[in-house]
């Protein structure tokens, strides 16, 4: 399956986490590192969105929302 489009993003930032991650992908700041979110957890809940797919340790682009295709 292809990795989803945002159409529309606010509140992009640059991010680097240690695990590959795809687009769409929530993430959280756990108040050291941006991780990514569990919804089986409600302590690690989504606070922004891989914006494009990247590998573990590069430096990719998140966002705090916008409008997914």
Do not use: Q, Y
């Amino acid at each position: 399956m292809a990795d989803p489009v945002f159409n529309e993003v606010f509140g992009v930032f640059a991010v680097t986490l240690g695990v590959d991650v795809t687009a769409g992908d929530p993430i959280f700041f756990d108040g050291t590192n941006w991780l990514l979110a569990d919804s089986a957890d409600n302590t690690k809940f989504a606070e922004a969105f891989i914006v494009e797919s990247f590998r573990s340790g590069e430096r990719g682009v998140a966002c705090m929302g916008g409008i997914l295709l």
